[in-house]
T-cell receptor, first 114, second 112 residues
């Protein structure tokens, strides 16, 4: 979905390096999410944010941190990358309001940690 | 821990046939959604069914929900080669509103 963009799209880095993945959205949504996808494991929630001042840990937050710089921007950082963080990372947004809101996904960032 | 698990993990059918995939989950939910993912791309929302609903239709898609069995099924009728993708269920637990927990996915291949 072009309304949710992620940069970079691909990144190869070395163990111990600090990496930042960025997500921007033009949908005007309050809620933003970071997921990682590994083969056979589906998507797992890393962090989520319901507005600029709200940050919450997801299922697998260890080794990651996030920053919600504005309603439209939500960044994911790996402070010291390790090989088992090699995965496909997705940002997603959803609207504020009732439950059951559709999530809109970015195109993903493929991260390889050597 | 994974909330949802899809079954089968992989499915291969001929064009024109129906494809059925199932999702089982563990806790009470507000709603369940199905998403499609084309190879390596972002997920696209297909359909949502709320906990008080039993069946929903959208085009060639039919979703059922059985909260007593904590399971859902997605039926794609008259499949096309373009339906080849991975399909994921996502549940919104009543204990974690506005958070979505994804299953492990079913890889569907439709042969022309």
């Amino acid at each position: 979905d072009a309304d949710v963009t992620q940069t970079p799209r691909n990144r190869i880095t070395k163990t111990g390096k600090r990496i930042m993945l960025e997500c921007s959205q033009t949908k005007g949504h309050d809620r933003m999410y970071w997921y990682r996808q590994d083969p056979g494991l589906g998507l797992r929630l890393i962090y989520y944010s319901f507005d600029v001042k709200d940050i919450n840990k997801g299922e697998i937050s260890d080794g990651y941190s996030v920053s919600r710089q504005a309603q439209a921007k939500f960044s994911l950082s790996l402070e010291s990358a390790i090989p088992n963080q090699t995965a496909l990372y997705f940002c997603a947004t959803s609207d504020f309001g009732t439950t059951g809101n559709e999530q809109f996904f970015g195109p993903g960032t493929r991260l390889t940690v050597l | 821990s994974q909330q949802g698990e899809e079954d089968p993990q992989a499915l291969s059918i001929q064009e024109g046939e129906n494809a059925t995939m199932n999702c089982s989950y563990k806790t009470s939910i507000n709603n369940l959604q199905w998403y499609r993912q084309n190879s390596g791309r972002g997920l696209v929302h297909l359909i949502l069914i709320r906990s008080n609903e039993r069946e929903k239709h959208s085009g060639r898609l039919r979703v059922t929900l059985d909260t007593s069995k904590k399971s859902s099924s997605l039926l794609i009728t008259a499949s096309r080669a373009a339906d080849t993708a991975s399909y994921f269920c996502a549940t919104e637990p009543t204990s974690g509103t506005y958070k979505y927990i994804f299953g492990t996915g079913t890889r569907l291949k439709v042969l022309a």
